[in-house]
Every structure is written in structure tokens, then in C-alpha cells.
């Protein structure tokens, strides 16, 4: 999962998960399998290489589940498929 905290802070307010689902891992839309880099657009959709799913997942705010921009979910060297991205 994805989690973001604010700014310095320590306990309060708690993280809010932002992408993927706690300790569940896998290849489903709702689920990150190894998010390797993470960036956020100006409509704060978060992008996320997700290295062992070959994919790269849009997550709008408050989504439940990523939308898949690049890859396939299998690995491969086609133009649609995606090895291991990193970021």
C-alpha cells in the first residue's frame, strides 16, 4: 500500500492509505504488488510503478482500486508489456 502522512508529523493525525490495501498484496486493480516509484499529478492521481504486477496503476483521490496506464500484468518486450518497471 501507499500511505501519506502529513507534513512532520508523528502520531495525529493518523496516515491515510492512499493506494493498494493493507497487508494484501496481488494483482487485482485494488491491490499493489511491489510499488517501486510513486509519483502525484496536479489532480493528485497518484502513479505508481508496481514492479512484480508489470504494470504502471493511476489511483484518482479516494479511488478504491488503480486504473492500469502502461503494461499488461504479465511481463514481457512487446510495446503494450512491461519488464519489472522501477519509476
Not at 508529523?9 to 493518523?14: D, G, I, R, S
Not at 510513486?38 to 479516494?62: E, G
Amino acid at each position: 500500500r501507499v500511505v501519506l502522512f502529513s507534513s512532520m508529523q508523528l502520531l495525529a493525525p493518523p496516515p491515510i492509505t492512499v493506494a493498494g490495501t493493507y497487508q494484501i498484496s496481488g494483482g487485482a486493480p485494488q491491490y499493489i504488488g511491489s510499488p517501486n516509484g510513486i509519483a502525484v499529478d496536479d489532480q493528485k492521481n497518484v502513479i505508481i510503478a508496481d514492479t512484480y504486477n508489470y504494470r504502471v496503476m493511476l489511483w484518482a483521490p479516494n479511488a478504491t482500486a488503480g486504473i492500469m496506464i502502461a503494461g499488461t500484468g504479465e511481463a514481457g518486450n512487446c510495446p503494450t508489456e512491461l519488464n519489472m518497471p522501477l519509476g
